[in-house]
C-alpha cells in the first residue's frame, strides 16, 4: 500500500485524537480507507500542554497507521483551533488601475492583499485569510468581480491568527513523531466542510463543535461564512462538574456521564437510582439519575447560552432556518438536541459527515462513520484532496505560500 496518493486527516483533540486514512484515486476521487479513534495526552484546550506527552500520543496514532498505510504519515492535514485563535473582520480598498475600469484578476488580488493587511504582534501568524464578499463602488454581496467594471473594489475578509509558539509545538510533536505535515487548517472549518450542506450553508446555520476543553462555533448565511469563534468550555467540564458533585473519580464521573448522563433533567425520573459503587468501588451511596442529569444540563445550558450569545452579537440569535447542527464528541449526549432547540430556539440536529464525499467500499466502516465525532478529521482530508503537496508545494510555517491557499477552498 505504500502510496504517495494516501493522505491523513489528523484532529489532534485534548481528549481524543481522531485520524482518518484516504487515498487520492488517478480519476480524483478520494477513497476512504481507515479511521482510528485513540486517547490524547499532553494537550490542554486545543493546545499543547506537555510537548513530550504530546509526542507519545501521536506517534501511537501515527504507528497504527503506518502499519498498513506506509507513507500517509508523512502526508498529514493537522487541525488548529485551541481558545488562543483569534477572529477579526478587515477590510481593503483599491482603485480600479485600468483606464476602461474593468476589473481584473490583479485588481482583485490587490483587495484582497489589502484586505488581508492586518497588524500583528510579532509572536501571532495568520492561519487563515477568508474572503467574504467583494464591493464594487459600494455595491456589495458579490462573489467574484471579475469583469465588472467600477472605480473602486473593497474586499473584505475573516482573518484567523493563532498564537505561533503554539502552532510551532503542535507542528513539532507531529514531526518529532515522524509525521509529515502538509498543511494546516482551522478545526471548526473542517467540521464544517464534512457537515453542512450547500443548502444549510444559503439559508443560515450555526455548526456548533463540543470538544473535551472547548466548543467553535462557525455561523453561515447566504453561503458565506459570517462568523467564528472558539469557546474555553466544553463537554470534560461536565465530567468535572459530576466529580465534585458526586464526590467521585474523574474516571467514575466520566463513565456516569457516558452511561446515565441526559441533557434536559425533567425528562428524567427522579426514583431511578444509580448505585455508584457499581462504578467506582470508593463510591458507597446512590444517587438519582435525575440528579447526574441536573449537573449534566446546568453545564450544557451554559455552553449553549456562550454560543447564543455569540450569535446576538452579530444579530443572528434565533434567526438562522437550518438552525443549529452538532458536531464533536459532546453531541453525543442524550437529549442534547432538544435542549439545544430549548436554549437557542431554533432548529437542531445531530452533524453526521457526508460520505457522498468519499468512496467507502467497507460497509462495517460505513457503520462506524456515523458519528458527529468524526466531522473534522474527514473534513481535514477535503481540504487535503484539493491541497495535497502533488499539487502545490510542501507546508511553510511561515505562512508566506501556504496560507494563501487555505482561503479558497471556504469561499463560494
Not at 484516504?22 to 479513534?37: N, T, Y
Not at 504507528?63 to 498505510?69: D, I, N
Not at 456515523?370 to 510555517?397: H, I, M, R, V
Request: proline share 3%; hydrophobic share 45%; aromatic share 6%.
Amino acid at each position: 500500500m505504500a502510496s504517495n496518493n494516501f493522505i491523513l486527516g489528523l484532529d489532534i483533540g485534548t481528549a481524543r485524537i481522531k485520524a482518518a486514512v484516504g487515498e487520492i484515486k488517478k480519476d480524483g476521487q478520494l477513497s476512504l480507507a481507515r479511521v482510528f479513534r485513540m486517547p490524547s495526552a499532553g494537550m490542554r484546550k486545543g493546545m499543547v500542554d506537555d510537548i513530550g506527552e504530546a509526542t507519545r500520543a501521536i506517534n501511537s496514532v501515527l504507528f497504527e497507521v503506518k502499519k498498513g498505510f506506509k507513507l500517509a504519515h508523512k502526508n498529514i492535514f493537522l487541525n488548529t483551533g485551541g481558545v488562543n485563535a483569534k477572529v477579526q473582520a478587515s477590510r481593503g480598498i483599491v482603485a480600479v488601475s485600468r483606464a476602461d475600469f474593468e476589473i481584473h484578476k490583479d485588481d482583485i488580488d490587490r483587495a484582497i492583499q489589502a484586505s488581508q493587511a492586518i497588524s500583528l504582534s510579532s509572536n501571532r501568524m495568520i492561519v487563515h485569510a477568508i474572503t467574504r464578499e467583494f464591493i464594487v463602488d459600494g455595491v456589495g454581496e458579490i462573489t467574484d468581480p471579475m469583469g465588472m467594471t467600477g472605480n473602486r473594489l473593497e474586499a473584505n475578509s475573516l482573518i484567523i491568527d493563532a498564537f505561533s509558539p503554539a502552532i510551532k509545538s503542535l507542528n513539532r510533536a507531529v514531526e518529532t513523531s515522524s509525521g509529515g505535515l502538509s498543511g494546516l487548517i482551522f478545526g471548526p472549518l473542517a467540521s464544517a466542510s464534512a457537515v453542512l450542506s450547500k443548502n444549510q450553508r444559503e439559508l443560515g446555520v450555526v455548526l456548533i463543535d463540543i470538544g473535551a476543553a472547548t466548543t467553535s462555533i462557525c455561523v453561515y448565511e447566504e453561503n458565506k461564512l459570517l462568523h467564528i469563534a472558539i469557546l474555553p468550555v466544553g463537554c470534560g467540564h461536565v465530567t468535572n462538574d459530576l466529580a465534585i458533585g458526586l464526590k467521585a473519580s474523574i474516571e467514575a464521573a466520566e463513565a456516569v456521564k457516558t452511561s446515565y448522563g441526559y441533557a434536559v433533567a425533567k425528562n428524567v425520573s427522579g426514583k431511578d437510582l444509580i448505585d455508584l459503587s457499581k462504578i467506582d468501588s470508593q463510591s458507597k451511596n446512590s444517587v438519582s439519575r435525575r440528579f447526574i442529569s441536573e449537573i449534566v444540563e446546568m453545564r450544557l445550558a451554559e455552553i449553549l447560552e456562550w454560543v447564543n450569545n455569540e450569535l446576538k452579537h452579530i444579530g443572528k440569535a434565533g434567526k438562522l432556518p437550518a438552525g443549529a447542527v452538532l458536531v464533536g464528541g459532546g453531541a453525543k449526549m442524550p437529549g442534547l438536541i432538544d435542549l439545544t432547540k430549548q436554549e437557542l430556539r431554533l432548529p437542531a440536529q445531530i452533524g453526521l459527515p457526508d460520505l457522498s464525499n468519499f468512496m467507502v467500499s467497507n460497509s462495517d466502516l460505513n457503520t462506524e462513520l456515523e458519528d458527529p465525532e468524526y466531522a473534522c478529521c474527514l473534513g481535514l482530508l477535503l481540504w487535503g484532496k484539493e491541497n495535497s503537496p502533488n499539487k502545490y508545494s510542501s507546508f511553510n510555517l511561515s505562512g508566506s505560500n501556504f496560507f494563501k491557499k487555505i482561503f479558497g477552498y471556504f469561499v463560494p
